[in-house]
C-alpha cells in the first residue's frame, strides 16, 4: 500500500501548523465524516486520517487487522509528528487510533501529547464483551451476523439519523463492502492483554449514548494515566464538534501527564 501522505490524509497538513490531531474515523465511514469539525482547536490542527477502501481510497483493499494499520499508518504519518500531536478516536476509530500510537512507539517516533478515545470499550477485552448484540430498533450497533439487508438497513438509518438522508442506492455495496471489512477486523481482534501507551488518555463518554456507558470508558486506564471527560449529546454528537468537545481537547492536549489522576482498575 502507497505510504504517501496524499492517501492516508484528507489533506496536506500545514507546514505552519504549531501541533496537530490526528483523526480516525469508525466503522464503515472514511475521513470526510468529519467534515463539520474545524480546521483547528485552538493552536492544533485537525488532520483527519483516511483508512483504505473508503472515499479517495477505494481502489485500496481495507485492512484485516489493527498491527498491519498501526504499523502502516504510522511510517506514513512519521514526518508528521515533527511537533506536538495527539491522536483522537470515536468508536472503532478509538481502536485505530491505540493501534496507531502503539506503532509509532515501535518507529521511535516522539510521543503523542495524548491518546482522545470516544465511546469505545477497551481494546483488550475479547469481541464478546466489548460489542453486544444489536438490540431491536438500536441504530449504529453492528455485529458480523447481521444479513447485508439488516446492515444496509441500519446504515441507511444512521444516514438518516445524522440529516444526511438515504444513501445512493449505487453507494451501498462499497458502503457494506467496508463495513464487513471493517466487523471482520474488529470482532476478530483478540490481544492478549492491555498494550499501555506512552501518553496520557482522555477517555470521552456521552450522556446518551445507549451503547457505551461511561463507566465502561474508565478501564481505559490501563492504557495510561486516564483523564475521563463525560460530555451531553448522544453517539453521533461527536460529528458536530460542540463547544464541550472542543474544550476538552484544548484543554486536555495542554494538560501536562502529571495533572492526571491514574484510576487503575481490574479487568
Known sequence: MSQRSGTWLLREPSAHADARL????????????????????GPVEVCP???????????????????????????????YTDRPYAVFGHCMGALLAHALVTALAAERAPA????????????????????????PGATGVYHPSMTDDQLREQVQRVSRLLGQGELHPDLV??????????LRMCFGYRPAAAEPVNCPVTAIS?????????????????CGPLSSH???????????????????IERDFGRPQEADVQRRMTV
Do not use: I
Not at 454528537?237 to 464541550?244: F, G, K, S
Open 49 to 79: 486520517v483516511q483508512p483504505p477502501g473508503r472515499e479517495n481510497r477505494l481502489g485500496h483493499a481495507p485492512y484485516e487487522t489493527f498491527e498491519e494499520f498501526g504499523a502502516d499508518c504510522a511510517r506514513a504519518l512519521l514526518p
Open 230 to 248: 463525560t460530555l451531553p449529546g448522544g453517539k453521533w454528537t461527536v460529528l458536530d464538534a460542540t463547544a464541550p468537545l472542543a474544550d476538552v
Open 173 to 182: 455495496p462499497m458502503a457494506l463492502r467496508v463495513l464487513r471489512a471493517d
Open 112 to 135: 503523542p501529547r495524548r491518546l482522545f478515545v470516544s465511546s469505545s470499550r477497551v481494546p483488550h477485552w475479547p469481541p464478546e464483551r466489548r460489542y453486544r448484540m444489536p438490540a
Open 22 to 41: 490526528f483523526v480516525m474515523p469508525y466503522s464503515g465511514v472514511g475521513a470526510s465524516v468529519f467534515r463539520h469539525w474545524p480546521e483547528r482547536f
Open 206 to 222: 456521552w450522556e446518551d449514548d445507549s451503547d457505551v456507558r461511561p463507566e465502561e470508558m474508565t478501564y481505559w486506564s490501563a
